[in-house]
C-alpha cells in the first residue's frame, strides 16, 4: 500500500484520500500519492497571519537567526532519511547531496549571516542618516521592516527540499511566514522533509506551511503586503505574473524561470591548453547532474568554428564513461529525469532541436538495475549547430534533462551576440586565460546573464562550477529567466522587507533607529562608556575626550615605529608645494592618538576592539594643531552568545569624531568592540 502525502495546513497534517499516482523515477513503480482533499487557503493564509506573524515578531534577527541554525543542524542529523526518499527521485548521491545537503547550507549560511550582519530589534538602518537642513536639525535615512505579510512559495520539482529552505531561510529571517508549495512530481521528498521540520519543533507554529497539489483561490487571498515567489517554466512565470489579484493589490512576484544558459569557450584556447578540458569537463558535468534538470545547466556551448568538431568529440567521450541507470548501484554516475512526463517531455524538445541541429551523441538505452526498463531515463544527447546565427530553435527551446548544443562562432563578437540570442539567462560561463577577452566579454554578458562564471586553470583549483547558485550570491538573471532575484547574501532578506525613508530630527532618528545619528542629543555620563557592562551600556553615552596638541616630535616618532616616511610628513619644502602647503601627520597617527585620548586602559569590560568600519580623513591634521575626540555608542547588538568561559557578550559600534582645534571633523569612524555582560 503506497502513502498518500499530506499537507500542513493550520497546524496538522491534511488529506488522506488517495488521487494522483506518484511514480519512481527509477523503476516506475507507484511510491506514494497526492491527497484528493481540496484545502481551505483561508484556514491558511489565516494561520500564518494570525498564528505565525505574531510568533515570528515576538523574536528579533537575531533569535530567527539562531532558529535557522538549530534547524539546520536537525536537518543535517537526520539527512539519510531524505536520501532514502530522494533516490525515488533519480537522484543520485552527488545529486541529493546539492538537494538536501545544500539546503540545510543554505539554512546555515542565512543563520551567519543574520548573527553577524543583522541588528537585534525588527529594523534594519539603512544609512547613513544625512542632513538635510543647514543647521543640523533636520536629518533623513531610510529604515527597513518587516512586512507584515505572508510569503507564498512556488517551487519546481528539480530541488525538492533545497528549493523550499532557500526560499524560506531569507523570508524567515525577515520575519514573513511562509506557506510553500513543492511541484507534485517529487513533493513526497519535499514533504519528508516538512515533517522532519515539524518534529523537530524548531519553528514557530504558523511560521511554514506545506501545500500539496494545487494553489486553488491562494493566490486570490493575498494583499499588497504579501510576496509571491515562483521557480519554474516562463511560461508558468509569464501567467502567474499577470494574476489579476497580484495585480490589483500591487503584491511583489518573483520570478526564477528556466532559461539557455550558455558556456563560452574564448577564442584564446586551443585544444591543447587546460582551458580546453575544463571547458569539456565543465559542459559534460552539467549535462549529467541531476540528469541535466537543473535552471542552471548551460543549455549552449560556444565555441570557436575551427575548434567545434574537437569539442564535439571531447564531449562525446566523456559522455560515453557516463554510466547511466539505478543510483542506487555505485557504479552510476546519472540517473533517470524526475517523472515520466518529463521523459516525454524532453525527448519531444529534442525533436524540435534535432530540425536545426545535428545529432553528435547519444546514449545507448541499456540502463543499469533491474526494472529501470519501466523508469523515466533519458540518455545524454549532444547536438551540434554550425551556423546558429541563422536559426532561432536552439536559442529558444529548452530540453530540460542532459541534453546540450555545440555552436559555432566565428569572432568573440560573435558569440557574444549568440549568448544574447538567449533573451536572458542565469547564469553564463566564459572560459578564457586570457584577461583582454574577459575585460571585453564579461561587461558585454552581464547585461543578459544574472550570474557570470569565469573558469580557467587558476580559478578551477576552488571553482564551485557554472551551476551551483551560493547564499552569498545573486541567483536569478533577466528576461527569458524571469527578471528576479534570490538569495545574494542579506540582498535576500531585504526582499522580504519593506524600505521606508524617515525624516526627523537627529535625535528622533536615533530613539526610531536604535542607532546614534550624528547630531542627536548625547548622554554625558559620569562613569567612561568602556567601563560599563553591555546591558548597562545606552545608546548615545558619550565621552568628550581632553586635547592633544602635535608637536614634530609625534610625527618623526611615528615615522620611525610605522617606517612611512611619505615626503608630506617629513619634507618640508616638497610639503609646501603640495596641496596642503605644509607638512601634516600621519592619518593613522591621529588615529592612534586619538585612540590615546579615549581608550581606558584598565581592565573592563570591553573585550577586544575587532575592526574599524567607515573610516574617513576629512581635513588634514599638521603640526601644532590641537586634536579632540567625541567616542558616543553607536550600535549595539546582543548575538546571545557566550565565550568559553561562560561570559555572556554583545557587540557594541562606537561613533568616533575627532576635531581640531576649530571644531573642524579632521578624521571619522565606527570602532567595533566585543563587551562583556553582567552575567
Not at 499588497?224 to 508558468?236: K, N, Q
Request: hydrophobic residues 40%; negative net charge.
Amino acid at each position: 500500500m503506497t502513502q498518500t502525502i499530506q499537507s500542513y495546513i493550520g497546524g496538522r497534517w491534511q488529506g488522506t484520500q488517495a488521487a494522483s499516482a506518484l511514480r519512481s523515477a527509477v523503476n516506475g513503480t507507484t511510491i506514494a500519492h497526492t491527497h484528493a482533499e481540496a484545502l481551505d487557503f483561508g484556514e491558511a493564509v489565516e494561520h500564518a497571519r494570525r498564528k505565525g506573524l505574531p510568533a515570528l515578531m515576538a523574536m528579533d534577527f537575531q533569535e530567527r537567526a539562531q532558529r535557522l541554525k538549530a534547524l539546520a543542524k536537525y536537518l543535517m542529523e537526520h539527512k539519510e532519511q531524505l536520501y532514502a526518499v530522494s533516490a525515488h527521485t533519480g537522484a543520485t548521491k552527488v545529486d541529493s547531496w546539492i538537494d538536501i545537503d545544500g539546503g540545510a547550507g543554505t539554512l546555515f549560511a542565512y543563520a551567519s549571516l543574520g548573527s553577524n550582519e543583522l541588528p537585534s530589534g525588527n529594523l534594519v538602518h539603512e544609512g547613513p542618516a544625512f542632513s538635510i537642513g543647514k543647521k543640523g536639525g533636520f536629518s533623513g535615512t531610510h529604515v527597513l521592516v518587516p512586512r507584515g505579510g505572508v510569503a507564498v512559495h512556488i517551487n519546481a520539482f528539480n530541488f525538492p527540499v533545497w528549493g523550499l529552505l532557500e526560499k524560506f531561510a531569507p523570508s524567515f529571517l525577515a520575519g514573513m511566514p511562509c506557506i510553500g508549495k513543492p511541484a507534485s512530481a517529487t513533493s513526497y521528498l519535499t514533504e519528508a522533509a516538512m515533517r522532519l521540520i515539524v518534529q523537530s519543533g524548531i519553528l514557530p507554529e504558523g511560521s511554514l506551511q506545506l501545500v500539496i497539489g494545487g494553489t486553488g483561490d491562494l493566490l486570490n487571498r493575498l494583499i499588497g503586503a504579501d510576496v509571491v515567489t515562483f521557480t519554474g517554466s516562463a511560461d508558468t512565470a509569464a501567467r502567474l505574473r499577470v494574476h489579476p489579484n497580484l495585480i490589483a493589490h500591487s503584491v511583489p512576484f518573483n520570478a526564477e524561470a528556466d532559461s539557455l544558459n550558455c558556456a563560452i569557450l574564448g577564442p584564446d584556447v586551443n585544444p591543447d591548453d587546460e582551458e580546453f578540458a575544463l571547458f569539456v569537463k565543465e559542459v559534460a558535468r552539467e549535462m549529467t547532474v541531476k540528469a541535466g534538470q537543473k535552471c542552471t545547466a548551460i543549455r549552449r556551448a560556444i565555441v570557436p568554428a575551427k575548434h567545434l568538431d574537437a569539442v564535439c568529440e571531447q564531449l562525446a567521450a566523456r559522455l560515453a564513461k557516463t554510466t547511466v541507470g539505478d543510483p542506487a548501484d555505485e557504479r552510476v554516475r546519472m540517473g533517470p529525469l524526475a517523472s515520466h512526463a518529463q521523459q516525454a517531455d524532453v525527448a519531444e524538445r529534442i525533436a524540435l532541436l534535432r530540425q536545426d541541429a545535428e545529432l553528435v551523441y547519444s546514449g545507448k538505452n541499456d540502463w543499469v538495475g533491474e526494472g529501470t526498463a519501466q523508469g523515466a531515463f533519458c540518455a545524454p544527447t549532444l547536438l551540434a549547430c554550425r551556423k546558429p546565427m541563422d536559426v532561432d530553435s536552439v536559442h529558444t527551446i529548452e530540453a530540460f534533462g542532459p541534453v546540450s548544443t555545440v555552436m559555432a562562432y566565428d569572432d568573440l563578437d560573435e558569440a557574444l551576440a549568440l549568448a544574447a540570442r538567449g533573451q536572458g539567462s542565469l547564469v553564463a560561463t566564459l572560459v578564457t586565460h586570457d584577461t583582454a577577452v574577459a575585460a571585453q566579454a564579461i561587461p558585454v554578458m552581464a547585461a543578459w546573464h544574472g550570474r557570470l562564471h569565469i573558469l580557467d586553470r587558476e580559478a578551477a583549483v576552488e571553482s564551485t562550477g557554472h551551476g551551483s547558485p551560493l547564499p552569498t550570491l545573486k541567483h536569478g538573471g533577466p528576461g527569458r529567466a524571469g527578471g528576479g532575484e534570490e538569495l545574494g547574501g542579506l540582498r535576500a532578506v531585504k526582499h522580504y522587507l519593506q524600505r521606508a525613508a524617515v525624516q526627523g530630527s537627529p535625535t528622533m532618528l536615533s530613539a526610531v533607529t536604535g542607532e546614534y545619528v550624528r547630531g542627536a542629543t548625547v548622554n554625558n555620563t559620569a562613569v567612561h562608556p568602556f567601563r560599563s557592562y553591555f546591558e548597562d551600556l545606552q545608546i548615545g553615552d558619550s565621552l568628550l575626550t581632553h586635547r592633544r596638541t602635535v608637536s614634530e616630535a609625534d610625527i618623526v616618532a611615528f615615522g620611525g615605529i610605522s617606517g612611512d616616511y611619505f615626503y608630506m610628513h617629513f619634507d618640508e619644502v616638497a610639503a609646501k608645494d603640495s596641496p596642503f602647503g605644509k607638512r601634516i601627520a600621519h592619518g593613522y597617527f591621529v588615529l592612534s592618538a586619538a585612540a590615546g585620548l579615549f581608550v581606558s586602559p584598565a581592565p573592563g569590560p570591553v573585550l577586544a576592539n575587532y575592526g574599524l568600519d567607515t573610516l574617513r580623513f576629512i581635513k588634514p591634521v599638521g603640526i601644532g594643531d590641537t586634536i579632540q575626540a567625541r567616542l558616543t555608542a553607536k550600535r549595539k547588538i546582543d548575538r546571545n552568545k557566550v565565550d568559553a568561559k561562560g561570559v555572556g557578550q554583545g557587540v557594541v559600534a562606537w561613533d568616533v569624531e575627532v576635531t581640531n582645534q576649530d571644531g573642524e571633523l579632521v578624521a571619522s569612524y565606527d570602532i567595533l568592540t566585543l563587551v562583556a555582560k553582567r552575567t
